[in-house]
């Protein structure tokens, strides 16, 4: 059983499929893209969308995170379960991966904010964390209850790379004091020992984060995955 | 599981509904179809999809479930007797979903643009459109391996995904004979498919028809962004 990730580090869309990999224990083989040069792998596996994560398994691609996710959990079901078995519990959480992919636009427009419309875009976040935080979160410990599941993977994203953001666009949105619960989340997400082993540097990141700004603002489009 | 306390909220001309249609007829379940207009957002809209406050919502028991295609796949998971709607094999079903989004996030914002455009654009959408839909041409001949649907022998998940709009893909040839997008000519395969569709024992029952969606239009007239999902 052969399984190769094409991807790329500081993506947010790669990294919930290293997570579902570990949590797996499925071994695979990594190829780090460099986006700006994509390789022949990933435009024949992934011709309509050209982007990473791109999983190969046995030769057979599949794309789309969410996709990957779900295949996955569907390939290696007696590991770590990431979905719940109740159909409707399962379609919550299908829900809620739909709702983040449904709120992209508003996190890049934030991202990307110019200084302007930074308190706008950043309250437009909040809005959509405090739905997060009340409806999908609530008292649990994990969106998945007392153990991390799909969409914690899914929204993990935001326990690191979400920082960037807000360094970026000078206001702090998920703090103790606006979000408690989903900020106790953050900390407890990250303290998963598959999720704090297998955390992009906190620096690179964010140098990272400042370049793609730069280039995007001054190329002045953004593509929302 | 009971096959009462199934409701449907929406309005029966809208494909995001009639998915969910689909896929009730194929698992033989009971339902009832509570007819609700998008675009007033009445208070129990609002009470069974605060999210979104759209339709489609399917209420089973006192729960409701929104999006039509995450309903579509509760139903499959919820009423195991009957056909499934998934197919069974993990990297046939990510296929499938691959599929179902490419429809939901490429496909029909493009149908939605080309009806808002304006004369001059609207041909351009139109040559998006059917690039578009050469592409899920390719598709079904990948998926379908020579069998009648991209579910194979039976009707199945994507053949829901886009089936429920193929009563709206007829109603644009109709209204404009420049706008045929399920050309024979162009994509036979999906021209063909979508004749079966009407008369599958499975789903004919649910398939729109295009001249009583002319109907329905009619009545509908102020449609600004799409209020279903």
């Not at chain 2, 494909?15 to 509570?34: F, G, H, I, Q, T």
């Not at chain 2, 999809?49 to 139903?75: A, T």
């Amino acid at each position: 059983m052969e399984v190769r990730l094409h991807g790329m580090w500081a993506s947010p869309y790669v990294i919930r499929v290293i997570w579902a990999l570990k949590l797996k224990g499925v071994k695979y083989e990594y190829i780090e893209e460099d986006l700006s040069n994509k390789s022949m792998a990933v435009l024949e596996y992934n011709p309509i969308h050209k982007k990473v994560p791109v999983l190969v398994h046995n030769g057979k691609p599949i794309v789309e995170s969410a996709v990957i996710l779900q295949y996955i959990e569907e390939t290696w079901p007696d590991r770590t379960p990431l979905l719940p078995e109740d159909p409707y519990e399962r379609a919550m959480a299908r829900f809620w991966i739909d709702f983040g992919q449904q709120k992209s636009l508003t996190f890049f427009a934030f991202f990307l904010t110019s200084e302007e419309d930074k308190h706008k875009t950043a309250a437009q976040v909040l809005e959509t964390l405090k739905i997060l935080e009340e409806e999908a979160l609530g008292d649990k410990k994990f969106f998945g209850g007392n153990t991390i599941n799909m969409v914690d993977l899914f929204f993990g994203w935001l326990t690191y790379s979400f920082g960037c953001m807000e360094n970026i666009s000078g206001v702090q949105v998920l703090l103790p004091e606006t979000l408690p619960r989903l900020h106790r989340w953050t900390l407890d997400f990250k303290q998963e020992p598959v999720i704090k082993e297998n955390l992009p540097d906190s620096t690179a990141l964010l140098e990272h984060f400042k370049r793609v700004t730069k280039h995007l603002k001054s190329s002045n489009k953004f593509k929302p995955a | 599981m009971a096959t009462s306390g199934v409701k449907l909220y929406g309005g029966r001309p809208s494909p995001y509904v009639n998915r969910v249609v689909m896929a009730l007829e194929m698992k033989s379940v009971d339902y009832e179809l509570v007819e609700m207009n998008p675009y007033e957002k009445s208070e129990l809209l609002i009470k069974i999809n605060p999210i979104h406050k759209k339709i489609p919502v399917l209420v089973h028991g006192d729960r409701p479930i929104c999006e039509s295609l995450i309903i579509v796949q509760y139903i499959d998971d919820a009423w195991t007797n009957g056909p499934s709607i998934l197919p069974t094999d993990p990297y046939d079903r990510a296929t499938a979903r691959f599929w179902a989004a490419f429809i939901d996030d490429n496909f029909f914002p493009l149908l939605r643009e080309m009806r808002e455009a304006e004369e001059e654009a609207k041909r351009l959408v139109f040559e998006k459109v059917l690039e578009a839909f050469a592409l899920l041409e390719e598709a079904f001949i990948t998926i379908s391996k020579g069998k009648a649907f991209f579910g194979g022998d039976t009707v199945g998940y994507l053949d829901i995904a886009l089936g429920s709009f193929v009563g709206y893909l007829r109603l644009s040839e109709m209204l404009n004979a420049n706008y045929k997008i399920l050309d024979e000519t162009k994509t036979p395969l999906l021209a063909e498919w979508a004749e079966r569709l009407y008369s599958d024992s499975l789903v004919k029952d649910a398939m729109l028809d295009p001249q009583k969606l002319l109907e329905s239009l009619t009545k509908f007239q102020a449609m600004p962004k799409t209020d279903s999902n």
